[in-house]
């Protein structure tokens, strides 16, 4: 009977340990053909871990981009809807500009990744909005 327990025991905690380790994500880029002003390349990324999910997000401007800014959201699925549970949000003075944020959140949950970037050339400016699941 100890033996049984005992192996069920250490299967249980090889398991844990497997999946504690084990990540998956999602990838987003800008489509060749995709024509845009100011905006030359976009992408995003989530990695759901078994603790916490982890966004990424990044815009490359045009030479006459002055600024960019990335909105990255962590949503999560709930009664058939997404809502916001984190939002980080930052100012890049040049062309580039590139986030990562991670937040603890459960692996019995769906999440997606909302991110908007944004291309400032004087006063004129171009957004992005996409999403990662």
Request: proline share 2%; no cysteine.
């Amino acid at each position: 009977m100890r033996s049984k327990i005992s192996t069920v025991i250490s299967l249980a905690l090889i398991l844990v340990l497997v999946f504690s380790v084990y990540s998956f994500g999602v990838s987003v880029i800008s489509q060749p053909g995709e024509k845009m002003t100011y905006i030359d390349s976009y992408s995003g990324d989530i990695i759901h871990g078994v603790l916490s999910t982890t966004v990424k997000a990044g815009i490359n401007g045009k030479a006459s981009v002055t600024s960019v800014k990335i909105k990255m959201e962590l949503q999560k699925l709930s009664d058939g809807s997404y809502s916001t549970v984190e939002t980080w949000e930052q100012t890049f003075s040049g062309r580039n500009g590139s986030m990562e944020e991670s937040k603890i959140t459960s692996p019995l949950n769906t999440y997606r990744l909302k991110a908007t970037v944004t291309a400032y050339s004087g006063s004129d400016s171009e957004s992005k909005t996409f999403y990662a699941y």
